[in-house]
């Protein structure tokens, strides 16, 4: 295999999938006010019951703690999360939740992006059966686990 063959294909990938994100991106700006990231925060924790510490959202979302606790503050701010001190008695540990507000951004994105979806040209099941198949195959052939960066 010619390893510039190889670089060229990842480059194509790194470019649809930055493409993808802009477009997302947009709508996510544009529906609810929110970047990708803060959508993907509200969503992990909706996914979690509801909460869940800054270190699990970090860890869940591959950022830094610092920078987490960047983005629940701006979040805390607008009245999307709320922060409190941990339910296990840990006075360290700081548990993040969703305001109805919160709750209310991730549904409204979640109508969002079945419009964004519907209007491609290619009908929306067939897009999203392709994005897990993408997805779950290049993960499976070059075992691939993202890092968690360095906080």
């Not at 209310?104 to 109508?111: H, M, N, T």
Request: glycine letters at 8%.
């Amino acid at each position: 295999m010619e390893s510039t063959s190889f670089v060229e294909q990842v480059s194509g990938i790194l470019d649809l999938a930055h493409t993808l994100r802009q477009v997302v991106s947009y709508h996510a700006r544009h529906c609810v006010g929110l970047t990708i990231d803060q959508v993907l925060v509200l969503r992990h924790l909706e996914q979690a019951g509801g909460g869940d510490t800054v270190s699990g959202l970090a860890n869940g979302r591959l950022r830094a703690n610092h920078t987490m606790t960047a983005m629940v503050r701006t979040l805390e701010k607008r009245g999307i999360v709320m922060r409190s001190r941990g339910p296990r008695g840990d006075q360290r540990e700081v548990w993040v939740s969703l305001t109805s507000t919160g709750q209310e951004k991730v549904e409204s994105f979640r109508g969002c992006v079945a419009e964004m979806v519907a209007s491609f040209p290619t009908p929306p099941e067939v897009i999203m059966e392709s994005l897990k198949r993408i997805t779950e195959d290049l993960s499976g052939l070059l075992s691939l686990q993202p890092n968690r960066p360095e906080t």
